[in-house]
């Protein structure tokens, strides 16, 4: 270890003794854009279109909007898209510079809807399309969104648009040359042409490029979204208290503190605006510097409750929200719903749902920082066999690498990588190693060295290569907006170039922000260059979206198109969803972290990006028994389940622990696997649809008060719904039952019932964690323990059926290869189970095809009908036959077993 980074190392130790160090992070004071923007008074802007300057089209009204201060042009278009969205887009009509425009978000070109002109005058245009209308006012400018007769959404209601344009600094007089450093002209704000933070100076050498635009949401009592923020899901008021907007800017926040508006490793710029009535989306296309401050009149802040005086009455429920951008364009979705469940699934088509994953990624994945040797890894696997732990994936962090060069391995500590695999798969396991965007600068490592000959690294201001410090020490960072350089960098994980790897090695990104351990912030300045002559500051918060793009097209070339990649990132933006699952970063073994795990994890699910965990048994501090076995009882409820443990944690592999804190750890993992079928159904009809895999209650009870902030339960889907014990010593939890008294939970594990009537005090032991099926679901499961998913393929379905008030109840399951694109050319098979008037059938949902060996060994039903004596089955293959059932009257069940039948052949199962 070089000196360097054992003061490093050193640094980060003294760190830890406190939480994040807030001051090497901005708040809006001290960025120049953010104050100003936040500072904007409306009577000081005079924008206004000029509808005589009008051009309209089947699909989009594209109108001058004049800057009437300061008179410049500016180009506003507004296109009807299919699905309830309208898109805004704003632009100089003749830029000093182009302004950038992010594109790798979106996947592919929106659809277009036709859009009707209504009527138009002198002050007005209303345009419709489809049950929606906009009414686009001149003077002043001023756009509402009606969702049929609804007014949903105003934009610039508030009169808070601006949009600085580009410019040149106007010679200060002084016969001062250097245009970057002058010193700013009165009425502008200090930090226009240039501004320092600590010890760092952005030269800012295009100046201003601003853009601030408020929202008002009539009717809304909520807003969502806004992800990656270590908070509640409900985004709260930011504009009283002294608190900071919410910030949307990829940043390695060392130890992050809960309940903040800071910025953290992911930005995605969505939100959502909820009613009891409807919801309406709004998606920010923009990769710069974010911050966007929230109003939420129910919290009662001075202004409206001034208005609400004046006016003499209550004033109605609305949000509004400030965005805030450093640069850029306005180029903006507006999803109309009407729904949340529609809205969400709008703004995921937008910008893509995630493809079906590998099977095994869904399973449990062993982590830590690091194993240390082959060793290390055999041991631990053999130890999770030995104690039946059932494990997939176990992972190698930074320090199996040569001297932290990616895509070398440790000479002595990894020198038979490719055996070390081999016995990992002959126990049906993979490997993840970590492949981080930071280049060690060391003559003769190929990477840097071609790097660097085929000028592949990002440019400092002077448009020399970019040197950073990171954990090789002195780094370089690849500049992957470069197609060339991601068809070079995806070239790199072929198993011929990333020598020692076979197939079953999959990858995980990290510190790709990027972090830039002396950089400000913890990032790169703002002034580098990327491909194209973009400035940093244009398009930072996607850089790690185009690593994980060259990561995911790598992996998938290396199989030749085969197998489905499996990538993990830190950093991410809109559409990461595309290509990689995320994680919560670096978290903390306490309690509060746990907690938070969940609503960070469904707001990045409201964000598009269901495939999100956090690290189990937190990365920092070492957590105690009670604290672990809750974390794993946790962590098995959301969708990306790996444990992880930074490199001066003690050790916490589960077979560590006492007998019965085994049991508790093991009894976790089974939950997980024998619920597998449910999440790889529940991905499939993610990509099918843009539904997220997990959800908030608010998702499916949109008009019930009650569950607005409710953020410590979830739902799997629709059918599942948990409540995981996060706090210490509980010996009860507050579980909200919803749907009305015709709704019915049973508790999974003794089928006990509960009415969707509100909220009701469940007993909790440590072996007990609160999950309900709800009636009218049927779960399909293996309950047979293996020790990894992929040995389970073959196994036999259990199928649940929970009944509802009508005895009624159905479900679906999806198969296929677990591993390849085969589905698309229609190998998978997706099975659809009814259960209606005691007959229990299935049938295949669309013409897809594909053999398996999985049979159905068993079906519960749960709350049965009074006085069956017989079930008869009938199929095609095996016709009819009389089955054995055991009724449970503890459980309220009723057993049927063997039914025998093949999930490819449609049955009948009837109750008599
Ligand atoms: C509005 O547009 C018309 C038509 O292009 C143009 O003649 C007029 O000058 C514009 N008005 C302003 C105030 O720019
Ligand atoms: C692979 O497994 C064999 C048998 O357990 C063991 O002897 C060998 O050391 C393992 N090799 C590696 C590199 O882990
Ligand atoms: C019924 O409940 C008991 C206690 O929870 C459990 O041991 C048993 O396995 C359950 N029976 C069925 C059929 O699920
Ligand atoms: C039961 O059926 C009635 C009539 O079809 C329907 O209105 C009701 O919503 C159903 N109940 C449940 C719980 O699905
Ligand atoms: C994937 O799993 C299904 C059953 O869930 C099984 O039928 C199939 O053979 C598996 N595919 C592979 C390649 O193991």
Redesign the pocket.
């Known amino acids: 270890m070089d000196t360097s980074i054992r003061l490093l190392l050193v640094l980060c130790l003294l760190h830890a003794a406190r939480a994040v160090d807030q001051s090497n992070f901005k708040t809006c004071d001290q960025s120049s854009f953010c104050r100003r923007l936040r500072a904007t008074k409306p009577e000081e802007r005079s924008y ?1 279109l ?4 009008l051009q309209i089209s089947d699909n989009a009204v594209e109108i ?1 909007l ?1 800057n ?1 201060i300061d008179d410049v ?1 500016l180009k506003f278009v507004l296109t009807a898209l299919a699905d309830n969205t309208f898109r805004v887009f704003v632009d100089e009509i003749k830029p000093l510079y182009p302004r950038y425009q992010v594109e790798g978000s979106l996947n592919g070109e929106p659809q277009v809807a036709r859009l009707e002109l209504l009527d138009r005058n002198n002050e007005e245009i209303v345009v419709k399309s489809g049950e929606n209308k906009v009414i686009i006012k001149a003077a002043p400018f001023k756009i509402e969104f009606y969702s049929g007769a609804k007014l949903s959404a105003v934009l610039n209601g508030r009169g808070l648009f601006t949009f600085e344009h580009l410019r040149n600094k106007k010679p200060s007089g002084d016969g001062e040359t250097d245009l970057g450093d002058q010193a700013p002209q009165e009425s502008e704000d200090p930090g226009m042409w240039s501004e320092n933070f600590k010890s760092h100076h952005d030269r800012k050498p295009r100046g201003p490029e601003a853009i601030g635009f408020d929202f008002t949401f009539p009717e809304a009592h909520r807003a969502y979204g806004l992800p990656e923020h270590a908070d509640r899901m409900a985004l709260r008021t930011t504009t009283s208290g002294g608190s900071n907007p919410y910030r949307l800017y990829n940043l390695d926040v060392f130890e992050y503190e809960l309940d903040v508006t800071m910025a953290i490793y992911g930005a995605v710029p969505v939100l959502y605006a909820h009613s009891p009535s409807h919801t309406v989306g709004v998606f920010w296309n923009n990769a710069a510097e974010m911050w966007v401050d929230i109003t939420n009149s129910k919290d009662g802040n001075v202004v409206s409750s001034l208005v609400s005086l004046v006016s003499g009455q209550k004033q109605e429920m609305h949000v509004d929200a400030h965005f805030m951008s450093e640069s850029g364009v306005v180029d903006l979705f507006v999803f109309l719903g009407p729904t949340m469940q529609k809205a969400v699934q709008q703004y995921t088509k937008l910008t893509g749902s995630a493809p079906i994953p590998q099977y095994f990624s869904l399973a449990y994945h062993q982590s830590r920082w690091n194993y240390n040797d082959e060793d290390d890894v055999r041991t631990v696997v053999e130890k999770f066999d030995e104690h039946n732990f059932p494990l997939d994936v176990m992972w190698l962090d930074i320090e199996y690498t040569d001297g932290k060069k990616y895509f070398t391995w440790d000479p002595i500590k990894f020198k038979h990588p490719e055996t070390m695999q081999l016995n990992l798969t002959a126990t049906g396991r993979k490997l993840v190693v970590i492949i981080d965007p930071h280049i060690k600068r060391e003559g003769g490592y190929f990477l840097h060295e071609e790097s660097l000959s085929n000028d592949y690294y990002v440019k400092n201001k002077d448009k020399n290569v970019y040197e950073g410090w990171c954990w090789p020490g002195s780094s370089s960072y690849l500049d992957f907006f470069d197609p060339k350089v991601r068809e070079y960098y995806s070239g790199l994980y072929a198993l011929d170039k990333f020598v020692g790897t076979t197939k079953d090695v999959y990858i995980w990104n990290d510190m790709n922000e990027p972090s830039v351990f002396n950089g400000p912030e913890v990032t790169m300045p703002k002034d580098c260059l990327h491909y194209g002559d973009w400035e940093h500051r244009h398009v930072h918060n996607v850089y790690g979206l185009y690593h994980t793009v060259g990561t995911f097209e790598g992996l998938l070339k290396r199989s030749g198109n085969k197998l489905r990649p499996f990538v993990l990132t830190r950093a991410h933006f809109a559409g990461s969803q595309r290509y990689t699952a995320v994680w919560t970063g670096d978290n903390a073994a306490e309690w509060s972290h746990l907690a938070y795990s969940i609503p960070m994890c469904l707001s990045e699910a409201l964000g598009g990006i269901s495939f999100c965990g956090a690290d189990v048994g937190g990365f920092f501090k070492n957590p105690d028994e009670e604290l672990l076995q809750r974390w794993y009882q946790t962590g098995a409820w959301l969708p990306f389940y790996r444990a992880h443990a930074h490199i001066d944690t003690k050790r916490r592999e589960p077979y560590l622990y006492n007998s019965d804190v085994q049991n508790r750890i093991r009894n976790a993992l089974r939950q997980r696997y024998a619920h597998l079928p449910v999440w790889y159904t529940l991905f499939h009809e993610h990509e099918e649809t843009g539904e997220p895999v997990i959800r908030p209650l608010v998702y499916h009870y949109p008009s019930d008060l009650n569950v607005f902030d409710i953020d410590n339960q979830l739902l799997v889907g629709s059918s599942i719904m948990v409540r995981p014990v996060t706090e210490s010593r509980a010996s009860s939890v507050s579980v909200y039952f919803p749907g009305g008294p015709n709704e019915i939970w049973y508790d999974v594990e003794d089928f006990k019932p509960f009415r969707g009537t509100g909220s009701i005090n469940i007993p909790v032991s440590m072996d007990k964690v609160p999950v309900y099926y709800r009636g009218g679901s049927i779960i399909p499961r293996k309950d047979r323990p293996r020790r990894a998913s992929t040995l389970t393929h073959d196994d036999p379905f259990t199928l649940y059926v929970a009944l509802d008030d009508n005895k009624s109840a159905k479900g679906t399951l999806y198969i296929d290869d677990n591993e390849s694109y085969d589905y698309k050319n229609n190998l998978y098979i997706y099975i659809k189970f009814t259960y209606k008037d005691g007959v229990l059938s299935s049938s295949l949902i669309d013409d897809a095809r594909f053999s398996t060996s999985a049979w159905i060994e068993r079906v519960v039903i749960i709350n049965p009908p009074s006085g069956i004596k017989h079930a008869t089955l009938k199929s095609k293959k095996l016709g009819t036959t009389k089955l054995q059932t055991t009724y449970d009257g503890e459980n309220r069940s009723l057993t049927i077993r063997k039914p025998g039948v093949s999930v490819m052949d449609p049955f009948t199962i009837t109750l008599q």
């Open positions: 206004e000029n509808l005589s300057n001058e004049l009437k042009s």
